[in-house]
């Protein structure tokens, strides 16, 4: 089994002393170690006992670590509340393996990618530091996360999307001064938007403990850091719960947006970190032919892996799950409708990808002209990748139409369409846009 696997691998990275230090010894996850990070720094956790301290025991290697480690959770959390925000959590992040080194973690060798950029917390690893640390923790595999309340036994907590994973850290109250009225904005780290663009969703989540959450106010501004759009919304939020907001607003360009959550309750927020956060939007491909085949190579566990076409009501093409340890799958072909926006969604129930910690799996999305849409297969639970489908152009028979003036185009009904139609003969019907329409 796969588990099974992982387990293997986890034994035969650490040392024996640590194997027997898990196993055959009554461990309590207690709050007291040292160890110097990957930067030489002398690390004590037990510094950090009147705050909220995650333990998060991975390896360079573990396919799921690179997941969780891609959904940026713990930074933004880290970002927010740790030492440079409120001061109320502080995160380590362990290489369990005692083969880890900064070439490892920096991403060479058997490392599943770069560990290091665009994290601030605490990296504990090479020349057999993180290895120490882990063995003061009883686990059974990679990753696991500990929390640490103030001293004393630091339970397992689950990794799970943001909002929960918030909540299951505000657990620890000894730590956390919670603050009323207190809103926090919790998002998706980024999206991909059609040519037309897309409506942004948010949550927001009441981080009061015992204040409902009743009005607020969202802005959202674009990559020039300028205001455009300021939504109102009014709910009823219980303490410590989330809400989904839609914005009435089109994203139509690529770069960096903000969403802010501001005024929870008409006042001021107590607590203004993590009120605000980025979306980084990335504009897909467009123009693609409607003739799609996608090619899926699984890695050895087939069973794992789906995927679909679709545009949030339809799904056009689907496949998965497949069969285990047959790696090269049957090509699927489909026909999108013209203009479509859709969505390649693919996910791995494991949450290590088709590549490559059991395979060199990949997917590739191929198009009608022989134009490669999308392709991949290293990523965690779940990959998107948004695309748009070309507009159809088709020539026509003749049709009723009178010619109401010259130089412009009109359609049968005779309504001018502000359109432009470059270098297009004269007299031609086409059909543009699902619309009928004879250039002049």
Known sequence: MKYENEIFKILCALSLMVILSIFFMNKCNAQSWTANDMNGTYQDVTTHSNKAVLVDISAHWCGPC???HGTHIMQELYHDFGPN?????MVFWIDGDANSSLS???GGGSSMGDWVTGVD?????PNGQGAAVASNYTFGGYPTL???CGIGTAPEIQRNEKWVFWNDVLGCS????FQDPDATMLLHHGMQICSAGNEVEVEIYNASSSMYLNTAEVELRDPSGTLVYTQYWQGNLSPLSKGTITLNHLVTSPGTWTAKVILPNGVADTRPNGDEENIEVTLGPNNINQNLTVNIVTDQYGSETTWSIGDGSVSYMTGGPYTDNTTTQTPSTGTIPANACVTFTIEDSYG???CCTYGNGSYTITDGNGTIVATGGGFGFKEEVVFEIGNTTVGIDEVNYVTLKDDRIFDILGREWKCEFIDLPRGLYIINHNKIIKTK
Do not use: K, R, V
């Open 66 to 68: 690179w997941s969780w």
């Open 85 to 89: 925000g409120t001061d109320e959590f």
């Open 104 to 106: 490892t973690l920096n």
């Open 121 to 125: 917390y605490p990296i504990i690893g």
């Open 146 to 148: 500990f929390l640490h």
């Open 174 to 177: 000894n730590a956390f001064q």
């Open 352 to 354: 290590d990808g088709i």
